[in-house]
């Protein structure tokens, strides 16, 4: 049975919270991190050639209304690139890494789906290479999600999973839904450093992961033809930025942890080694996207045939694909959920936008699929959730509506509506046809 169910029924336990110092905490405080909400543009337009928004963090659009990612996109398909060039300098880069004692030589962060699986496959198989997978577990694992990693294990990979303490990934999800509006950032502080800690425990200097997002999905320009970060780039992202330690201290602050808990070492997973450790082993840490196009479909494809991946039987919740993001169904269902209520767009038109780029649907297409699956609620897994989260269902709903943008909600007799809605017709969108 491949689905998005769960691999394991956990029963969760009532998490230990100190009610009264979060009820302080609330009286005292404004409790929204997410400084990415304020810098957003207060007028929303639409991409004229995807279903993007300017609401997307980091995105620029030019003077055309076109979305970064969309110019990209014209580059990457449009002879703007010489790949055979990039092709060379991949073999250069591999050259000067590759193991002559088959030990590990390059570090690929996996949760062994569709992307990750292909780039692995490829450094051994066409490369060489001797790779060593490295996995940070979902919230959850689905049975789909588990069956696919160890799958690509029995087709001939090495790989480790980190499987951090479960009761503080909950209180750290916990915190991060209350603060930064989104559950899932928990995931991303181990997904990041984790991998740091593997190459720097086995001295591998290299660690490859797929793609540039900021450069594909829109973000941040001076990354669209830079090829790696090394650690003097990391320095404002993972040691200065200081999402994770911040966190941390808010949710001691608001009694989620206590102070046991925050001075053990239990939270070393999700904390990168000391910078000079790092530049002491030269790490670097390149994008395949920047070497191969990438087209997330065929990789699915590639995947399937080479390493068993297997896509879902259904479609994931939000959205219209099922071989995409299968190894997490439930923490991740609420990630776009949020982005949803907090930036006015959700899964689809985040797959919808890449699909067009790739030329695999039109734009119509896309605003269809947008308008029928974006707003879709995961109800079949809200009571796993609120578990989860130690938290009511009343609550649940005062965290989400903390987080609704103005600029895309409006009260209409008592419920929440959206203004505007993505269109054929006009860039700066229309009321939306469904609800
Ligand atoms: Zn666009």
Avoid at 124 to 129: A, D, F, L, S
């Amino acid at each position: 049975m491949q689905s998005h169910k769960p691999q394991v029924n956990v029963e969760f336990s009532k998490l230990t919270i100190n009610e009264t110092k979060l009820n302080e905490y609330a009286k005292k405080n404004k409790q929204i991190l997410d400084k990415q909400i304020e810098k957003l543009p207060k007028k929303v337009i639409f991409c004229k050639k995807c279903v993007t928004s300017n609401q997307r963090p980091r995105t620029e659009f030019d003077k055309e209304g076109i979305c970064s990612a969309c110019r990209y996109a014209e580059i990457k398909f449009g002879g703007g690139i010489d790949w055979d060039k990039r092709g060379k300098e991949l073999i250069q880069l591999l050259d000067k890494h590759r193991s002559k004692d088959g030990s590990w030589d390059v570090i690929v962060p996996s949760s062994h789906g569709k992307d990750s699986a292909m780039v692995t496959h490829q450094l051994k198989e066409k490369y060489g290479m001797h790779p060593l997978t490295v996995t940070w577990a979902p919230f959850i694992y689905t049975e789909v999600g588990f069956k696919n990693y160890v799958n690509m294990n029995h087709a001939g990979f090495d790989g480790l999973v980190a499987w951090p303490n479960g009761i503080l990934h909950r209180k750290l999800a916990r915190t991060c839904f209350e603060l930064k509006g989104d559950p899932f950032e928990a995931f991303v502080y181990g997904q990041k450093a984790y991998p740091f800690r593997i190459a720097q425990k086995f001295k591998i200097p290299l660690i490859f992961y797929g793609e540039n997002g900021e450069a594909e999905y829109g973000g941040i320009q001076k990354y669209v033809d830079k090829s790696h970060e090394t650690p003097d780039d990391w320095e404002e992202e993972y040691y200065k930025g200081a999402g994770f330690e911040k966190v941390v201290q808010e949710g001691f602050k608001m009694g989620i942890f206590d102070e046991k808990e925050i001075k053990n070492n239990a939270f070393d997973f999700y904390r990168a080694p000391p910078l000079e450790e790092i530049k002491k082993l030269g790490l670097e840490m390149h994008w395949w996207s920047y070497y191969k196009t990438w087209i997330p479909q065929e990789h699915y494809y590639y995947a399937h045939k080479n390493t068993g991946l297997e896509a879902a039987e259904s479609r994931h919740t939000g959205t219209y694909t099922k071989f995409a993001n299968l190894d997490d169904a439930i923490i991740d269902a609420f990630h776009w959920l949020m982005a949803y209520i907090k930036l006015g767009w959700g899964r689809a038109t985040r797959e919808a936008s890449s699909d067009i780029r790739c030329g695999h649907i039109t734009r119509e297409e896309g605003v269809a699929l947008t308008h029928k699956y974006d707003h879709e609620f995961p109800q079949k897994y809200l009571e796993t959730f609120l578990k989860y989260m130690s938290i009511t269902e009343k609550y649940f709903w005062e965290v989400l509506d903390r987080y609704r943008s103005e600029k895309i909600w409006h009260k209409v007799n008592g419920k929440w509506k959206r203004k505007i809605h993505v269109s054929n017709n006009s860039v700066h969108g229309e009321e939306p046809t469904i609800e």
